[in-house]
């Protein structure tokens, strides 16, 4: 493997088998727990399948490549398998736990990392793999961005960990062995001082990559969002007449090729990372709880939900909400979440709704917040 890489470096690479055919990308990673060592690849599909799974719209079943079936000769794009594709072992590490041989990368960025205090640090977004052997985690967190202000370097809220300052993992928890105020001292000689320009650009490659996927989860309660929601009727109701908003039907094809031709245009103009969007997937997995709205009787937008159930608790999800282009800075965002409301309302009794929005699109964080939400959670997604 290439030396002085960081994970979500590794996240580009193309997985190809011996003939050169494509199998997917790397999308995940098992550590051995001994060492923190490579132990084996996940292949992730593309990224719309990725998103699916990621909502439980499809099943999650990506393959596991073991780093002995890797060609040691990687090139600066892909990797080569070694083994034919049949041969891998084709699950997802779904059931990893902390007492588990080996760590998976992904779980370990859902776990809170506490200091030696046992005061919030932040989150794993990423690790560095070093020339050497060693290995470093990058822990991201609101409070190391007031940590660092001291210093003048107001929008730092990343921070490098030794994996030798981890003294224990939980299902719920990394435990540190040193403060928060140390590890900043000591990120500040490493970062600003001694540090090489090889690791600078390697830094900056994995803030690029790890902002482009990083995507946050705002959740709120069906009242709270109808009272924000009212208090807009007026606007909603003149932007309302304009639409037709619809429950999409599968079977029909108008409705099919709309949304597709929707989705597509969407994602041209969106800052999110999705991929062209296919008549077969949408019948496949856009079948239940999706809408699309007609403004004047042309397609507009549409929105697609998933729900769940925790704990006696009912959770529909916004897993994708879009505006044509053409059609957006006419309130028609927001008459569509209050179509949506009415509907979850009317249909079953949900008790939140929630979304994942990308960090960096602004347009949508504006519309939850100001509809009620509050972020309870963040992931990547590569």
């Known amino acids: 493997m290439e030396e002085g890489v960081f994970f979500s470096q590794l996240c580009k690479y193309t997985v190809r088998d011996v003939n050169n055919k494509k199998i997917g990308h790397v999308g995940d990673i098992l550590l051995n727990k001994d060492d923190w060592s490579l132990n084996s690849f996940i292949i992730h599909g593309s990224f719309i399948e990725e998103k699916l799974e990621a909502l439980k719209l499809k099943n999650d079943v990506d393959p596991i490549v073991p780093k002995e079936h890797i060609d040691n000769e990687i090139t600066a794009d892909k990797l080569i398998l ?78 490098l960990i030794p994996i030798k300052y981890i003294t224990q993992i939980t299902s719920e928890k990394i435990y540190l062995s040193v403060s928060q105020n140390d590890l900043v001292k000591q990120n ?26 990083h995507y946050l989860v705002y959740e709120t309660d069906l009242e709270t969002i109808q009272l924000n929601l009212e208090k807009r009727q007026k606007k909603i109701s003149i932007s309302l007449k304009q639409l037709s908003i619809i429950e999409y039907d599968s079977t029909d094809d108008k409705q099919t090729k709309d949304f597709v031709t929707i989705f597509n245009d969407v994602a041209i103009t969106s800052v999110d990372p999705y991929e062209e969007m296919t008549e077969i997937v949408i019948r496949e997995h856009f079948s239940k709880a999706s809408f699309i709205a007609y403004r004047y009787g042309k397609p507009a937008g549409y929105v697609i939900l998933s729900f769940k159930e925790e704990q006696s608790i009912k959770t529909a999800a916004i897993a994708g909400i879009g505006i044509l282009h053409t059609a957006r800075g006419k309130g028609l965002s927001t008459a569509f979440m209050s179509h949506i409301v009415t509907w979850l309302k009317n249909k079953d009794d949900y008790d939140k709704l929630q979304a994942d929005i990308l960090a960096s699109n602004r347009p949508s964080l504006g519309l939850f917040i100001s509809l009620g939400f509050k972020k309870v959670d963040e992931f990547f997604l590569y």
Do not use: C, M
Not at 92 to 97: C, D, L, P
């Open 188 to 213: 500040l000689i490493s970062l600003y001082k001694l540090i090489n320009k090889d690791l600078r650009s390697l830094s900056k490659a994995y803030t690029d990559i790890a902002s482009r996927y």
């Open 82 to 159: 070694l083994t034919k594709p049949e041969h891998l072992l084709a699950k997802t590490f779904t059931g990893w736990q902390p007492e588990d041989k080996v760590y998976q990368f992904s779980k370990l960025r859902k776990i809170k990392v506490l200091d030696e205090n046992n005061e919030d640090v932040g989150r794993v977004i990423d690790i560095l793999f070093h020339s050497d052997g060693a290995k470093t985690l990058v822990i991201s967190g609101s409070n190391l961005a007031n940590l660092f202000d001291p210093f003048h370097i107001i929008h730092h809220n990343e921070i």
